[in-house]
Nanobody, 131 residues
Framework: QVQLVESGGGLVQAGGSLRISCAASGRTFSSDTMGWFRQAPGKEREFVATISWTGGSTYYADYADSVKGRFTISRDNAKNTLYLQMNSLKHEETAVYYC?????????????????????WGQGTQVTVSS
């Protein structure tokens, strides 16, 4: 049974940085797509970033336009852990951040996976950015 546990959320000032993590268990995830989504109060869950295996030891990272250049998604397959480094955080990025796993692999530069493609989800970690 796949289990995803997020950690590292908290309170940070606008302009600050935070790194959140997602520990995965239940099987090996090295060839799966792993991603981060977020949901703010009263809003729908939205895509943040995904990282997908493209063969060998190469992975493809895809980012929402709103976070490009500020957020970095990475993974440590030996530890079955996914990370999201968030820099220059904005107040409007206050949300619950969710980790998810998908067996789908998007083509590089192709159609982005949506939340519907992700079958396993964590419980989320709260990120609060004070203004």
């Amino acid at each position: 049974q796949v289990q995803l546990v997020e950690s590292g959320g908290g309170l940070v000032q606008a302009g600050g940085s935070l790194r959140i993590s997602c520990a995965a268990s239940g099987r090996t995830f090295s060839s799966d797509t792993m991603g981060w989504f977020r949901q703010a109060p009263g809003k729908e869950r939205e895509f943040v970033a995904t990282i997908s295996w493209t063969g060998g030891s190469t992975y493809y990272a895809d980012y929402a336009d709103s976070v490009k250049g500020r957020f970095t998604i990475s993974r440590d397959n030996a530890k079955n852990t996914l990370y999201l480094q968030m820099n220059s955080l904005k107040h409007e990025e206050t949300a619950v951040y969710y980790c998810a796993v998908s067996s789908f692999r998007p083509l590089v530069g192709g159609t982005r996976l949506s939340s519907k493609h992700f079958g396993s989800w964590g419980q989320g970690t709260q990120v609060t950015v004070s203004s």
